[in-house]
C-alpha cells in the first residue's frame, strides 16, 4: 500500500499526488498538520530526521526528497518509461530539470511563504529575484524546444518536478506575464491525461 504523508497547500506534496494520479496508482493520504508543525513532531521525525515534506512509503519502504520519490515511482510503476527514460542521455537532461525544481525554483516557494504563510525570516526581494532569474532560464528553454523542458518531445519528471511551484508563483508576488513560453508550458501540463488541481492550480475550464 503507498500511503502519502501530505500537506494540501505544499507543492511539493502536490508533485507526488499529481505524478501518482498521472500513472493511476491508489494511494493513501495521511494529512501532516503544517501550520502546527507536525512535521518537527518525534513521530514524524522518525519518518524523516529532516522534518520536511512529504514522506512517502510504499510498503516497508520510506522514502524522503520529493524528487527521489518520482523517480522512484518512474522506475518502479512506469513500465513505457515515458516518464524517466532509461538511455543516459535523457536521464542526464532529465536530472538537470528535477535538480533545478528542487533547487532554484524553490524561490518562487520560498517567497509564497513569505505572503501567503507569514514567514518573516526570509528574504522576499532576494528570492524573488533569484525566481525571476530561473524563470528566464526557463522560459529561453522552453522557446528553443516549443513544448517541454528535458525532451522535446514529451513531458517528463523534469517537468513534474518544476511545475508547481512555478504555477503557484503569483501567491509569492512574482509576475509571470515576461515569461509567455512558462505560461503555454503551464497550460499544456494542465492539460496532461491524469491532471488534478490544487489550491492555486485550478483545472483548466
Not at 512506469?78 to 538537470?96: A, E, F, H, K, L
Request: charged residues 20%; neutral net charge; contains cysteine.
Amino acid at each position: 500500500m503507498i500511503t502519502l504523508h501530505d500537506f494540501d497547500l505544499s507543492g511539493s506534496c502536490y508533485k507526488i499526488r499529481l505524478f501518482l494520479n498521472i500513472l493511476g496508482l491508489k494511494f493513501e493520504r495521511v494529512p501532516v498538520d503544517f501550520g502546527n508543525r507536525e512535521h518537527k513532531s518525534a513521530k514524524y521525525l522518525a519518518l524523516n530526521p529532516f522534518g520536511e515534506l512529504p514522506v512517502f512509503q510504499d510498503g516497508d519502504l520510506v522514502l524522503r526528497d520529493t524528487q527521489a520519490i518520482l523517480v522512484y515511482l518512474a522506475t518502479r510503476y512506469d513500465p513505457s518509461r515515458q516518464w524517466y527514460p532509461d538511455d543516459p542521455v535523457s536521464m542526464g537532461r532529465i536530472q538537470q530539470w528535477l535538480s533545478t525544481g528542487g533547487g532554484e525554483v524553490m524561490n518562487a516557494s520560498g517567497a509564497r511563504l513569505v505572503k501567503c504563510f507569514g514567514v518573516t525570516t526570509l528574504d522576499l526581494d532576494k528570492l524573488q529575484a533569484g525566481a525571476h532569474r530561473v524563470f528566464r532560464i526557463m522560459d529561453d528553454r522552453l522557446a528553443a524546444t516549443g513544448s517541454y523542458l528535458a525532451l522535446e518531445d514529451r513531458a517528463t519528471l523534469g517537468d513534474i518536478a518544476c511545475f508547481p511551484y512555478t504555477a503557484l508563483a503569483g501567491e509569492g508576488g512574482i509576475d509571470l506575464a515576461a515569461y509567455p513560453h512558462i505560461l503555454a508550458w503551464i497550460d499544456r501540463l494542465r492539460r496532461l491525461p491524469g491532471f488534478i488541481p490544487m489550491p492555486g492550480i485550478p483545472a483548466l475550464p
